[in-house]
């Protein structure tokens, strides 16, 4: 019997299309859904699973995460990548009656990546993506607000250029610092129109200057870019970092989130956010969250103003507040577990932008599990593998009090090694030896770029080591570790200017002698002096949970001990 072979060409297309790589949201309706790790990530599965619930989503789509692997192997994204993601745009500008960057109403997107695992602040994002010098005229017209929309320019502009182009945060910085100081503004939100006009035009010669090209005008070719950039973040070494610490693999890559953006920065009816539905910290079952009126998602997360206690929603907004709260309720019971969400708030109308099973640290982790054991949400079996086994670490270190004074948190690095430590600024070895005494009764805190092996005798003495560079595997994070003690590295919004004896973050000045608090748990550093609590392994919650997992137990350790003095 005779068998005829397809041509390869007839073939390909057929192997190649085979691959759903676009999945679309929107409409009340997803192609994905919330068990979709593998393919879409966490936040891709968790705005279609809220999408497929009818909830406010932001209609968008997610490109999945095998064209980032193959992203990676080839340098490159197949050109059924690209079909698949023109196609999905063209739904997305149908349903939203808008063409992406153009016309009297423009449609803008914002480029968010999302791995399977949560990976927070590690990979990169971009906002207002379709904005250029002819649409950006057309939104100040739509909204009848011109200081909006040069404010959502020049975010733009900032964000493609640090993130896509490479250019370094602080070139922008440098100029927005300026023409605050020349107009005399304490605060972003003091620049008007004109201001921020000015500053996009310095922005664009920043770009040009670093770049050595313009600032993209066509809204196609920025949307590739993004796409791209966000795919080339996974290897950042932020995020290189991040994995090796939570043993992710290297080979799963990110998806890529596309969706019509909605804004928080329209006026004093517009907001965004980010809560917890439970403490991420202790634990308690509270509201936990902040937001702040009139800005957008990074202000909130980058300290650039102080955000407002999410409580603070329910004096002036109480129906979006009561909205949020039934919403986030549902969203617990639903995925049984505590969950971290974005939102936005546009003109008084309440959207979610992500929902996803919350970081926390050992003690709100052994909480939970009981208090979800108690509620019916989980079994007994299940809340024991809700605790990481080092997360019980937590209890077995110093760690800070917070109800002892207020806690203003200055900067977020690694959390090297765990428990707190409180004390005075140094900024050498030698220093931190005569200041912590012959009896060691000062507590000090070396504060370094980095540290090095000659820096052993001043680490011996403090108390605890921050560090504005290096990861989890410095010198200052092994060799904390080993000594038993406190150390956050690589907290790269605090400058150390070791010449002058500095440290500078938030537009803050820290000298030598200065008390710093900071928690190797979570990697917050706080400014001033906070009480610290004794640790704590006879905690009746700890003891709770251990006995609960006693007749899963299979192995018993009876020591641990490297040398004699353990």
Known sequence: MATTTLPEAEVQPVSKSATKYVYFFGGSKADGNGKMKDELGGKGAGLAEMTNAGLPVPPGFTIQTEACREYMRLGHVSEEVDRQMEEALAHLEKLQGQKLGSGENPLLVSVRSGAKFSMPGMMDTILNLGLNDESVEALARRSNNPRFAADSYRRLIQMFGNVVLEIPKSAFDEVFDAKKKK????????????????????????????????????????????????????????????????????????????????????GETSGTGVGFTRNPATGVKEFYGEFLMNAQGEDVVAGIRTPVHISELRKIMPQVYDQLREITTRLEKHYRDMQDFEFTIQEGKLYMLQTRNGKRTGLAAVKVALQM????????????????????????????DEKSGKVEVLATGLPASPGAAVGQIVFTADEAVKKAGHDRKNPVILVRAETTPEDIHGMEVAIGILTSRGGMTSHAAVVTRGMGK?????????????????????????????????????????????????????????????????????????????????
């Open 183 to 266: 107009k005399k503004a304490k605060l972003d939100t003091d620049l008007d129109a004109k201001a921020l006009k000015e500053v996009i035009e310095e922005y664009k010669k920043v770009v040009k200057k670093h770049a050595k090209r313009e600032f993209p005008q066509d809204p196609h070719e920025q949307l590739v870019m993004a796409r791209d950039a966000v795919f080339r973040s996974w290897q950042n070494e932020r995020a290189k970092h991040y994995r090796r610490i939570n043993n992710i693999d290297d080979m799963l890559g990110t998806a890529v989130n596309v969706q019509a953006m909605v804004f928080g920065n329209l």
């Open 373 to 400: 054991v108690e509620e019916g949400l989980i079994t007994k079996e299940e809340a024991i593998f809700r605790v990481e086994p080092n997360q019980l670490y937590d209890f077995l270190v110093p760690r800070l």
């Open 486 to 566: 406190c150390c956050v590295a690589g907290a790269g919004d605090i400058h150390v200017d070791e010449k002058k004896r500095e440290m500078h973050v938030k537009g803050q000045v820290f000298k030598e002698g200065d008390w710093l608090s900071f928690d190797g748990t979570t990697g917050r550093v706080i400014k001033g002096e906070l009480g610290t609590l004794p640790p704590k392994a006879d905690d009746p919650e700890l003891l709770q949970l251990m006995g609960w997992a006693e007749p899963f137990r299979k192995l018993r350790v009876r020591a641990n001990a490297d040398i004699p003095r353990d």
